[in-house]
């Protein structure tokens, strides 16, 4: 750290420090057994290991109790270990949990989430977003004929080699060059395979126009991770347009959006429809999984039989088991029966979030401000960003000891600072939340950093 720490961080360290001396052991007895990823998804002011977790709360191993921003990076719609869910796991304990054959109940989650998405005519389990994004490359590639994959600056698909392909920050903003995350990943992919596109430019359209005859796909989140906005509906509903214009498919990466901004996810949320749709694990109440679902025509290389050239090849032996089946069934149902209330109550405490924070910065001419689609949120320490280009100049300083005084007030938020609210957070946990808020933000003042 390059920084000089002001009077106010001193103290909030010393009292994260006194707080978990039972982390801290755990991470130094972890050493070089436990390596962590490129992306700082768990770094946290301190080193932190949870015990337990419960609604809209997690407990360390030191014993201290803390409201929860991370809901598991994302699927915890529900909060942790909705009792629904919790049950049925249990009931499907006593039958069985891993098979490799089908089970009876992929077939009641797939016609959950057809029930959701239309567009969703056939589905295909996998253990995670990472395999969802990957076989719907390779579906789209097996179905188009075509091999070129684009994605959009400031994107986010998973830690396969093609979904680690983002956009050189040197790079024209309207014209995007594409670089990869960390070592490992080969240039071929870069080079020969991938497009990126600028984000909410219709310079995007005049890219997929031009490659249109060697694209296979264009895959966008309905909100990006880094920028979460909720007035994109147009840009997406034009995407789809040029797309279908340019047979080129659309994929929608509903991993973070899926049953969290509405029961029909960012397909209901913004009006669209994509060929094809990935989930994750909020479609199983948290635990491990990940679909691809599309159009029953774009789908159709997967119903190929053994050795059929024109089929395509998935693999995954806990793929489809049936106590995340179970689990999955159970959350759905439940968010299905009670959409009309669920889906109000986290936009409506989403956006008084953002509200309540961004009118105290305003109020200070502090640069920082609180962007949200519905009960998704990033804090950034700058005024004005609209899509990741607008990220290079952040006020780092100030955005790392935040979130040392918002641990140290009892607020977590996951290391890469993307956080959600859940229907377990009431209003007087989001009320707490912004209290927390604010005072971290005039910690950070007081130390003379924003």
Known sequence: MNMTVGAKGKAA?????????????LHERSGDLLPVEVVPTFEMPTPLSIHSAEGAHVTDVDGNEYIDLTMGAGPHVLGHRPKMVEDAMHEQLGKAWHLVL?????????????????????????????????????????????EKVAVFDGCYHGAHDYALIKADP??????????????????????DTMVVLPYDDPAAFDLIRKHRDELAVVLVQPVQNSVPRDDVGQFLK???EVCKECGVLTLLDEVVTG???????????????????????????GMPVGALSGR??????????????????????????PLTMAAGVAALTHMRDNKDTIYPYLNE????????????????????????????????FKRGIETSRD????????????????????????????????????PEDVDAVADAFCASLQDVREDGLI
Not at 13 to 25: D, F, I, N, Q, W
Not at 391 to 396: F, G, I, S, V
């Open 13 to 25: 360290r010393e009292k994260l420090e006194a707080m978990t001396p039972k982390s801290r052991e």
């Open 102 to 146: 089908k089970n009876d109940r992929q077939l009641e989650l797939a016609e959950l989430i057809r029930e959701a998405v239309p567009a969703a005519e056939r589905t295909v389990f996998c253990n995670s977003g990472t395999e969802a994004t990957m076989y719907g490359m390779r579906v789209a590639r097996a179905f188009t004929g075509k």
């Open 170 to 191: 040197g790079s024209p903003r309207s014209a995007p060059t594409g670089t990869v995350w960390g070592s490992g990943v080969p240039s071929t992919i870069r080079d």
């Open 238 to 240: 034009e995407l789809a």
């Open 259 to 285: 049953f969290r901004l509405a029961w029909g996810g960012g397909c209901e949320y913004f009006g669209i429809e994509g060929d094809l749709m990935t989930f994750g694990k909020a479609l199983a109440g």
């Open 296 to 321: 029953a025509e774009v789908m159709a290389p997967l119903g190929k039989p053994w050795g059929d050239p024109d089929g395509v090849f998935l693999g995954g032996t806990f793929s489809g088991n």
């Open 349 to 380: 405490q989403g956006d008084r979030l953002a509200k309540r924070v961004n009118a105290f910065c305003e109020e200070r001419q502090m640069g920082a401000q609180l962007m949200n689609a519905g009960s998704i949120l990033y804090m950034h």
């Open 391 to 426: 990220l290079a100049d952040e006020n780092h300083d100030a955005e790392r000891e935040f979130y040392v005084h918002l641990m140290a007030k009892g607020v977590i938020v996951p290391g890469i600072h993307l956080f959600f609210l859940s229907t377990a957070h009431t």
